[in-house]
């Protein structure tokens, strides 16, 4: 399955009219956005694109007890934590699942986060992260806007992160499942 990762859109709906152009040349099967802005992925959702998403931590909805701010979900086998930080947030709610936890007890195979509009793959234990880096025309932090391509097998996934104007790769890696030893 092929699945485009994308966060930090911030209402930059000219960059995700050109993320419904990369799923239809990439052969996408679903969209992932991480938060900052919820709604902005309504767009594709128009275009009959399959979405998950999770608000952004400063979001309206961050703080609605019917729409969850972490998601866990099953992608060909792996366990996929989808969640706008990678740590706990002093926005978050109660009953919030805790990243932290959920990577330290290896009970997810990977971590999708934003926030930080930085572009990044990195691995802790077995468990991998992997941020897509943000959607805005510009950043004060340097970084062009980008996204994730994820095709995940049973066995393997392999994750591309492109610049959204060049399709230029700027991260690239493959991760191997972590088989168990008897």
Do not use: C
Not at 27 to 43: A, E, M, P, R
Not at 109 to 125: C, Q, S, W
Request: aromatic share 6%.
């Amino acid at each position: 399955m092929r699945v485009l990762v994308i966060s930090d859109s911030h209402s930059e709906i000219d960059n995700i009219i050109q993320i419904s152009k990369v799923v239809r040349e990439e052969n996408i099967s679903k969209v992932i956005h991480l938060g900052d802005d919820y709604d902005d992925v309504n767009f594709l959702i128009k275009e009959g694109i399959e979405i998950e998403r999770v608000p952004g931590v400063f979001s309206g909805y961050y703080s609605e007890k019917d729409i969850p701010n972490r998601k866990v979900i099953e992608i060909e086998g792996w366990r996929v934590l989808l969640t706008h930080t990678k740590e706990r947030h002093e926005n978050d709610l109660s009953g919030d699942i805790s990243p932290e936890d959920l990577v330290k007890n290896g009970a997810i195979d990977i971590v999708l986060y934003g926030h930080t509009h930085i572009p990044a793959i990195a691995k802790e234990g077995t468990v991998y992260l992997l941020n897509p880096g943000h959607l805005k025309a510009t950043d004060k932090k340097g970084y062009q806007p980008s996204f994730a391509v994820l095709d995940i097998e049973k066995d393997n996934i392999d994750i591309t992160i492109k610049r959204l104007n060049t399709k230029e790769t700027v991260l690239r890696d493959v991760i191997k499942r972590h088989k168990e030893t008897d």
